[in-house]
C-alpha cells in the first residue's frame, strides 16, 4: 500500500477528519454548546476552514504566531489560551485584533494578570479575557477557589482587562483509568460552575479537552468548548481512553521496514523526529494501524523499534502505517501532509503553523 509515496509521510484521511469534525460539531450543537477547536493538533488551513465551515464559532490557539497563521482560512473569532506576556509582541496583538471580529486572551495567574496588563497598555488595547482555573492539571490556573476568587477581582482591578468567562484545561483526564473520564467531565464541571456561582452567574464557562469535550456538551451551564486532538485521533484517544473508534482515527504515519536486526525487532525509518518523544501511558510511541499488536516501543532520532507478533515476517521495504502516541506534536514536526481519500492521494496540505512558536 502506498509504495510510490517517499516515508516517512502523514497521511490524512479526508473523510474520517470530516467525519470527526462533523461529529464533534453535531454534539455541539445539540446542546447548544459552542465549539472552539483548538488548532495546536492540525495547524492547518486547510482543516481549519473544515471546522469554521461545519459550525465552529471560533479557533484557540497558544501561540501568537499560530493565531497570525491561521488568519487567512477566513477564522473571525479566536482565543489564545496562553499566558502572554512579553510587552515587544504589542504591535503583533494590535495587528491580530485589528484582523478580527473577537479576539479574547488568557489570564492565569495573578502575577500573569499585571503583565498581560502592561502588554495590553502597551499595545492600547483593552480585550476580554478568560480567566484559567486549575481543574487538576496543575499546570497554569488559579489554584483553589480562594485563588480563583483573589484572581478574579485582580483581574477586575486591570483597567485593560475585561472579565468574560473562565476556562479550564482537564488534560489530566489523559492520565485517568480508561472509563473513568465521566468523573473527570463531571468534577471538571463541579468546579466551574461552583466558581462561577460564587463570581458571577453571567461569566461563560469554557473547559476544553478531547478526552471529556462530548461528556461536558451535555452539561448544564457550559459556554463553549475548545477540544484539539479529537480533529485526528491518536493512540491516546483510540486506544488508551478508548473513546475514538480506531476506524475514526484520520492521521498515520507511513513508514517502510528498513530492517530486521535479529528475532522479533524490525526497524521502520520514522524516529523521533517523525513521532516526537511523547509516548502513551503504557510507554509506546505508535502502534501499526493494519496489526495493532505490533508496537513502537523505543524510538531513535531516525528509527523506530517495531517490536510484537508477526514483526519478523514483516518485509525489508514494505509500508507499514502507524498510529502516534500524541498527535499534536507529529504533526508540528511535518512540513506537509498528504491527503487520501479511499486510499487513493488526492492533495498535499501544508502545515501552516508548524513551529509557530512565538
Ligand atoms: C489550553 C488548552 N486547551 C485545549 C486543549 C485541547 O486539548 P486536547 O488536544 O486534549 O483536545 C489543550 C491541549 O493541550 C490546551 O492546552
Redesign the pocket.
Known amino acids: 500500500m502506498f509504495e510510490y509515496l517517499p516515508t516517512p509521510t502523514l497521511l490524512l484521511d479526508q473523510d474520517r477528519t470530516t467525519r470527526n469534525i462533523r461529529q464533534m460539531q453535531a454534539v455541539c450543537d445539540a446542546h447548544d454548546v459552542e465549539l472552539w477547536p ?1 488548532m ?2 492540525h495547524k492547518m488551513l486547510e482543516v481549519a476552514r473544515l471546522q469554521l465551515e461545519a459550525g465552529a464559532k471560533g479557533l ?1 490557539c ?1 501561540k501568537l504566531g499560530e493565531a497570525e497563521a491561521m488568519l487567512p482560512s477566513s477564522v473571525r473569532r479566536i482565543f489564545i ?2 499566558s502572554l506576556v512579553d510587552p515587544l509582541q504589542a504591535p503583533r496583538l494590535r495587528h491580530l485584533a485589528a484582523s478580527l471580529d473577537e479576539l479574547i486572551l ?1 489570564c492565569t495567574s495573578e502575577a500573569h494578570a499585571e503583565a498581560l496588563e502592561t502588554l495590553l497598555a502597551t499595545a492600547d488595547l483593552k480585550l476580554p479575557v478568560l480567566m ?1 482555573v486549575d481543574t487538576g492539571q496543575h ?2 490556573g488559579a489554584r483553589g477557589l480562594e485563588g480563583a476568587m483573589r484572581l478574579a477581582a485582580c483581574i477586575q482591578r486591570q483597567p485593560h482587562l475585561e472579565l468574560h468567562g473562565l ?1 479550564t ?1 482537564e ?1 489530566h ?2 492520565g485517568t483509568a480508561n472509563g473513568n473520564t465521566q468523573e473527570v467531565a463531571a468534577t471538571t464541571h463541579k468546579q466551574l460552575l461552583t466558581l462561577r456561582d460564587r463570581l458571577d452567574s453571567t461569566l461563560s464557562i469554557w473547559p ?4 471529556t ?1 462530548k461528556e461536558l456538551a451535555t452539561m448544564p451551564g457550559v459556554t463553549a468548548l ?5 480533529v485526528f485521533g491518536d493512540l491516546s ?1 483510540a486506544a488508551t481512553q478508548n473513546i475514538m473508534q480506531w476506524d475514526d482515527v484520520a492521521v498515520t504515519i507511513l513508514a517502510t521496514v528498513v530492517d530486521r536486526p535479529e528475532p522479533g525487532l524490525a526497524l521502520i525509518d520514522a524516529g523521533s523526529k517523525t513521532f516526537s518523544g511523547d509516548k502513551t501511558a503504557a510507554g509506546l510511541s505508535g502502534s501499526f494501524y493494519d496489526q495493532r499488536a505490533i508496537h513502537i516501543t523505543r524510538c531513535s532520532e531516525e528509527h523506530g523499534f517495531a517490536t510484537g507478533p508477526q514483526v519478523d515476517e514483516l518485509r525489508i521495504g514494505e509500508r507499514v502505517r502507524v498510529v502516534p502516541a500524541h498527535i ?1 506534536p507529529a504533526v508540528n514536526l511535518a512540513d506537509e501532509v498528504t491527503v487520501i481519500c479511499n486510499d487513493q492521494v488526492v492533495d498535499t496540505w501544508r502545515v501552516a503553523a508548524r513551529g509557530k512558536v512565538q
Do not use: D, I
Not at 475548545?226 to 479529537?230: F, I, K, N, S, T
Open positions: 483548538h495546536k493538533t484557540v497558544a489560551a496562553y488568557a484559567a499546570r497554569e476556562y484545561h488534560g483526564a489523559y476544553g479537552c478531547s478526552v469535550a475548545r477540544p484539539g486532538a479529537y484517544l499534536c
